[in-house]
């Protein structure tokens, strides 16, 4: 193992295990972002997922005070920071109102998707946050550290949600090639003996999501949660046809809405609909249910808490076998 790659102060020291949750659309809520902080890792939820925008603020709040409340009657626990997703793409009318906000409750860790933007950078770094941005690809990652993100999120094959094609390998190796800030990869990753082969391989944090779709705390229908529990890496289709971005769903909610999922046809990119206003997916968004190939080792749903534990045990006793 080579030496550790810096961290965020914001982040470091905070953990119980070097992971990020990733922000789940729909599904991360207030219940499962504190669940997730106050078990030691950085919870997130899409500021999206908050609906009318007014809902926002008072997560903003909650999770400013609990977490808070939390640490003060907590001082020997490890208690993460939050994160915020924005997706920074034209079809998301609301960024400007949400990015207000963001300031307004200085979110500490901003996470930002399909777009690097420096405007958004400069708001957050005003009050001090740092931003992470996802990418699949280096040529993305350059323009997102260009432009002033503090870090990358490398969503490589396998990931849930929108993800890219290649291998972390690769995708690490490539970044780290000129990069040597704060690096997060996604794909697959679902238990602790892989959070150590993000880390051995380049990266400073695992970038966790399906997985805590099988929590109690998650925003998920029973059947979804059940899906993630019965579900493996061959049940997982890729295609851009929900969104206009490619992704990753689950085949039985596909069939389940009447579609075959070895013969869907292709979207139309420029028409983007992540859900900010409705409009004729939001249908689709319910229906379809998005999932990476890690889910096998998904085996009950359980507290988001009981989840990071056995991600914790699994990466010391990952950490223990492999450096002694």
């Known amino acids: 193992m080579g030496p550790t790659l810096p961290i965020p102060d914001i982040i470091k020291d905070r953990l119980s295990v070097p992971v990020v949750a990733a922000p789940l659309f729909i599904i991360s809520h207030p219940e499962l972002t504190l669940a997730q902080c106050k078990a030691g890792i950085v919870g997130s939820f899409p500021a999206l997922n908050a609906r009318p925008i007014e809902q926002l603020e008072e997560w903003f709040?909650?999770?400013?005070?609990?977490?808070?409340?939390?640490?003060?009657?907590?001082?020997?626990?490890?208690?993460?920071?939050?994160?915020?997703?924005?997706?920074?793409?034209?079809?998301?009318?609301?960024?400007?109102?949400?990015?207000?906000?963001?300031?307004?409750?200085?979110?500490?860790?901003?996470?930002?998707?399909?777009?690097?933007?420096?405007?958004?950078?400069?708001?957050?770094?005003?009050?001090?946050?740092?931003?992470?941005?996802?990418?699949?690809?280096?040529?993305?990652?350059?323009?997102?550290?260009?432009?002033?993100?503090?870090?990358?999120?490398?969503?490589?094959?396998?990931?849930?949600?929108?993800?890219?094609?290649?291998?972390?390998?690769?995708?690490?190796?490539?970044?780290?090639?000129?990069?040597?800030?704060?690096?997060?990869?996604?794909?697959?990753?679902?238990?602790?003996?892989?959070?150590?082969?993000?880390?051995?391989?380049?990266?400073?944090?695992?970038?966790?999501?399906?997985?805590?779709?099988?929590?109690?705390?998650?925003?998920?229908?029973?059947?979804?949660?059940?899906?993630?529990?019965?579900g493996k890496a061959a049940d997982i289709v890729y295609t851009n046809l929900f969104t206009g971005v490619h992704g990753n769903y689950l085949k039985s909610s596909i069939v389940a809405a009447g579609m075959d999922p070895d013969n869907l046809p292709e979207s139309d990119p420029s028409k983007m609909d992540f859900g900010s206003g409705g409009g004729s997916k939001a249908k689709a968004w319910r229906d379809i249910w998005g999932s990476g190939q890690g889910i096998g080792q998904v085996d009950a749903v359980v507290p988001a808490a009981e989840l990071v534990d056995r991600l914790a045990r699994e990466y010391a006793a990952a950490k223990q076998k492999i450096c002694g």
């Open 61 to 230: 709040d909650r999770l400013t005070t609990e977490l808070a409340d939390h640490a003060a009657a907590n001082p020997q626990a490890k208690v993460a920071p939050y994160a915020v997703n924005h997706i920074v793409h034209k079809s998301n009318t609301r960024l400007q109102e949400d990015l207000a906000l963001t300031v307004k409750y200085k979110a500490p860790v901003v996470i930002t998707s399909l777009g690097a933007v420096p405007e958004v950078y400069d708001a957050v770094h005003s009050y001090g946050g740092i931003v992470l941005h996802d990418v699949i690809h280096d040529r993305h990652a350059h323009k997102a550290i260009e432009k002033g993100a503090d870090g990358l999120i490398a969503v490589a094959t396998g990931a849930g949600g929108h993800a890219g094609t290649l291998s972390p390998f690769a995708l690490v190796q490539e970044i780290r090639q000129w990069f040597d800030g704060p690096l997060l990869l996604s794909g697959a990753i679902a238990n602790g003996g892989a959070v150590l082969a993000a880390q051995a391989m380049g990266a400073d944090l695992a970038y966790i999501g399906s997985p805590f779709i099988a929590t109690q705390e998650a925003r998920a229908s029973d059947a979804y949660k059940q899906g993630i529990v019965e």
